[in-house]
T-cell receptor, first 111, second 113 residues
Framework: GQQLNQSPQSMFIQEGEDVSMNCTSSSIFNTWLWYKQDPGEGPVLLIALYKAGELTSNGRLTAQFGITRKDSFLNISASIPSDVGIYFC???????????FGTGTRLTIIP | DGGITQSPKYLFRKEGQNVTLSCEQNLNHDAMYWYRQDPGQGLRLIYYSQIVNDFQKGDIAEGYSVSREKKESFPLTVTSAQKNPTAFYLCATVDTSGANVLTFGAGSRLTVL
């Protein structure tokens, strides 16, 4: 099955810093989703995007659906300790009900 | 509380044994999914079911089996034919009449001894 290219694989930042991560695909998607997973738990939906160019915020999180429909970005502003975890993007192809997941970005906050 | 319940949370199995992971939901969602998660990899689809008494293979169905006799339940059996079953297994549902996004359970970790 296809997988998305998600980068970076890991990030080590200090509390208060801003974070950016992205996902790219060779295929056109009609939906982009961003999830966060805490250790030993299931992923939780952060933001859902349904239209090219759409920019959506959820508190300190902002995500964008790329104009080409082949990429998406997630930004976290002023990071806090509870932001630690793994962030996954997921996309849905036109005419396909299944989601394709990125390989995840592991966020670690350095004390 | 509406949600998805996966059990057991942790399971240990000897090689050659079949095990069944439970997934129960009270969200009244039609579609249910099973994913496998390995370190450093994205989630890989094992099986999914969009309606009772019907299910389809995902990308890595070999060595697994499922049933969907009730809307609320979608158990996954990891058979002895699965060559590398140690992994974190995630069940999810989709409200196909709503936002059409995956809602996940808390996961089950299977370790083969």
């Amino acid at each position: 099955g296809q997988q998305l290219n998600q980068s970076p694989q890991s990030m080590f930042i200090q509390e208060g810093e801003d974070v950016s991560m992205n996902c790219t695909s060779s295929s056109i998607f009609n939906t982009w989703l961003w999830y966060k997973q805490d250790p030993g738990e299931g992923p939780v939906l952060l933001i859902a995007l349904y239209k090219a160019g759409e920019l959506t915020s959820n508190g300190r999180l902002t995500a964008q659906f790329g104009i080409t429909r082949k990429d998406s970005f997630l930004n976290i502003s002023a990071s806090i300790p509870s932001d630690v975890g793994i962030y996954f993007c997921a996309g849905r192809l036109f005419g396909n009900e299944k989601l394709t997941f990125g390989t995840g970005t592991r966020l670690t906050i350095i004390p | 509380d509406g949600g998805i319940t996966q059990s057991p949370k942790y399971l240990f199995r000897k090689e050659g044994q079949n095990v069944t992971l439970s997934c129960e939901q009270n969200l009244n969602h039609d579609a249910m999914y099973w994913y496998r998660q390995d370190p450093g990899q994205g989630l890989r689809l094992i099986y999914y079911s969009q309606i009772v008494n019907d299910f389809q293979k995902g990308d890595i169905a070999e060595g697994y089996s499922v049933s969907r006799e009730k809307k609320e339940s979608f158990p996954l059996t990891v058979t002895s034919a699965q060559k590398n079953p140690t992994a974190f297994y995630l069940c999810a549902t989709v409200d196909t009449s709503g936002a059409n996004v995956l809602t996940f359970g808390a996961g089950s970790r299977l370790t083969v001894l």
